[in-house]
């Protein structure tokens, strides 16, 4: 009867891998989360038309001011009397007409002025100035 039992320092014939694949399964769902977290959007392929320009376009205007102090109206140059007029018309067509202000930190701060001040005539209250994050 001895014989039958095994002594402490014998080999086993299985190994149990149970756990192994607990934390295998526990690794893959962890890495699933992870991953579709971190998508930003859903990818779609965009049919294409002819009639573009009859499509809804994003109401948001862009006014970019360089460090030269040249002044772009998304990205078409203009100078603040053709601004104004460009955001005249942007406003009657959509009265919560959103701009976004984007100047050149060298850029000279009287024409950053004279866009708020375009901006405060027409009567646009959602304005927003583009920074960089700091590291």
Do not use: W
């Amino acid at each position: 009867m001895a014989g039958d039992v095994k002594s402490d320092n014998q080999p086993y014939d299985d190994i149990n891998i149970t756990p192994m694949l607990d934390l295998a399964y526990v690794l893959l769902v962890t890495f699933i989360i992870m991953t579709t977290a971190s998508v930003q959007g859903v990818k779609v392929k965009s049919p294409v038309t002819q009639a573009a320009n009859n499509l809804a376009k994003p109401q948001t205007r862009a006014v970019t001011i360089t460090a030269d102090g040249s002044m772009y109206l998304d990205a078409y140059p203009v100078t603040i009397d053709q601004l104004s007029t460009s955001l005249a018309q942007y406003k009657a067509v959509n009265p919560n007409l959103p701009v976004v202000l984007k100047a050149d930190e060298a850029a000279q701060y009287d024409k950053v002025v004279q866009v708020l001040e375009v901006a405060k005539k027409l009567d646009i209250t959602e304005i927003g100035l583009v920074t960089k994050r700091a590291q």
